[in-house]
């Protein structure tokens, strides 16, 4: 399927990182790898029930300069970023919930392709994300939190 790939490949770097959900490194993050993985899934899984429920007639193209930039480069700054509510990790990651949302995000990527070009989610920094790039946003997201994962596991 069109621009799944990276991102499969990515979910399966998530589920190798699984079994080490209980590991950190303070001097890398403040959060434990699971709260890492379960971030990435909760914000995959989010964003794709928010394009599924979008009403595409209502898509702004408002998409931010910096949204563009940070896209275009593949990368997101460090320690900037605040995560919304809905994205935050509970106190307590279960392997099991981990897991699941997997599963959960393997099934909500693939779906993507067959939306309206125009289904949409709002991000609080970067403004209205279309399918069109809701794929480059969520690999370049995942993988910010996948090599913060693996600069915890050196």
Not at 115 to 129: M, Q, W
Request: proline share 4%.
């Amino acid at each position: 399927m069109k621009n799944t790939h990276k991102l499969s490949i990515y979910l399966d770097t998530i589920e190798s990182y699984i079994p080490r959900f209980e590991e950190n490194n303070l001097k890398v993050s403040k959060s434990t790898v699971g709260w890492q993985l379960d971030h990435c899934l909760k914000v995959i899984n989010n964003v794709s029930k928010a394009l599924e429920t979008s009403d595409y007639k209502l898509y702004k193209n408002n998409f931010s300069v910096l949204g563009k930039l940070f896209l275009a480069l593949g990368y997101f700054p460090r320690g900037k970023g605040k995560a919304p509510k809905h994205v935050i990790p509970p106190e307590v990651i279960l392997k099991a919930d981990l897991i699941s949302q997997l599963e959960s995000a393997r099934s909500n990527i693939k779906n993507i392709v067959n939306l309206d070009t125009n289904a949409f989610f709002k991000h609080p920094l970067f403004g209205d994300i279309n399918t069109k790039r809701v794929y480059r946003f969520l690999e370049v997201h995942t993988n910010h939190h996948l090599k913060i994962i693996k600069d915890m596991l050196k």
